[in-house]
DNA sequence: ACGGTGACGCTCA
DNA sequence: TTGAGCGCCACCG
């Protein structure tokens, strides 16, 4: 049984509540949470993530819309998001202000 | 206890 | 416009 901060449980919490088809950010899942300057440390929790396919940390990209990165690889992140009907190109996510979802 | 690192973000030049 | 630097928090050794 591993023990998870409360910080870290939001954060996944966040993360699984983004829809199908829709993109996050790690500044709006920090937002979320509570805090706007978390970005990182979100980005160090899905990093650090113990339910990787339980939570959709996938749909989680950069605030500028970039993949951002991917503990399974950038490039399998790019392919999942094209799966899920999000566009990527050149690492970036076609009309990502109007996918990004809030919550 | 401390310092360094990291899937980021914003501001300034 | 593009590029570089600084600041933010949480986690690991």
Do not use: W
């Amino acid at each position: 049984m591993k023990k998870i901060s409360a910080f870290r449980q939001k954060v996944y919490k966040f993360t699984q509540l983004i829809p199908k088809g829709r993109v996050s950010t790690y500044k709006e899942l920090a937002l979320a949470i509570g805090d706007k300057n978390l970005a990182r440390a979100v980005g160090n929790a899905l990093n650090a993530n113990p339910f990787a396919p339980t939570v959709p940390c996938h749909r989680v990209v950069s605030s500028r819309g970039t993949i951002g990165g991917y503990a399974y690889g950038e490039n399998k992140k790019r392919v999942i998001l094209k799966k899920e009907g999000v566009t990527c190109q050149e690492g970036r996510i076609k009309d990502f202000s109007t996918k990004v979802y809030k919550f």
